[in-house]
């Protein structure tokens, strides 16, 4: 069988070799077309290879940068809220600015916290980096809450210092009077001897609006042997302020009394020759001259 095999393969390869011997040209063109249809084939496959490979690093490009976006949009998100935190902690500094500028009473338009600060700068400037900035705006943040609690003491400050002030005897008590008896040393108006006259005695028709000097609780009102009917106020300070000789009280005790409220009307109750308002200032137990306590119109004149 071998033999024959051998005999059939050695028998077709002579045929082959006699057509191309016989035919030369058909057999180059069959190689030629053979070459070029495989060498195409190899190409387009290649070709294949690359797109698909350009395709999937495009696959990835486009899945980094949308990755990349969120966590941009991330930070900015966290940027805009800690912006949104200093610009409230910013407004109470400028609420708090401005009610400081009122206790304290300073000049309009000296501090303006609606008015933008001016700066400047020269020099180059580059491209700040998302931690560098959330670093900065955490130490402003530090800054403006160490600023807040500074401003409070202040206010805490300022406010008792106006409280204070308040609750200090400073104006008259009653307007447009004149003092027709000063205190200290003088003659008795009854028996015409020299008596101590513990406060000051103003002119006034009955009933004149008596005034608070300055805030406070009604500590009495009532009458009192040589005073009439007579209103005491506590100051809450050490302080307290005496009208006396009054025809009516319009306050009781306990009331809580502003400076310059009405709490009485003058008359001529008590020891006592013509309406009038007699007007002391006690402090911690012991007499004092009002005269001090009036404001500005304590320097006027007496008239005798």
Known sequence: MAASFSARTHAGAARLHAYSAGRPAAAIAALLIGGVALGAGATQGISAARTAHLEARNDAQRTLLASTRREAQHEVN?????????????????????????????????FDFNKPVGVGGEGPVRDMAAGELRGGMDRLGAQLTDSGKQLSVLESLLFNRELDRSATPSRMPILNTYITSGYGGRADPFGGGRGFHKGIDFHASTGDPVLAVADGVVSYAGVRSGYGKVVEVDHGNGYVTRYAHNSRLVVQVGDLVRSGQRIAKAGSTGRSTGAHVHFEVWQDGRVLNPRKFLGEQGGQRERM
């Open 78 to 110: 966290a940027l805009a809220a800690r912006l949104g935190e200093l610009q409230a902690e910013a407004n109470r500094l400028n609420a708090l600015g401005e009610r400081l500028t009122r206790i304290g009473q300073l000049g309009d338009g000296e």
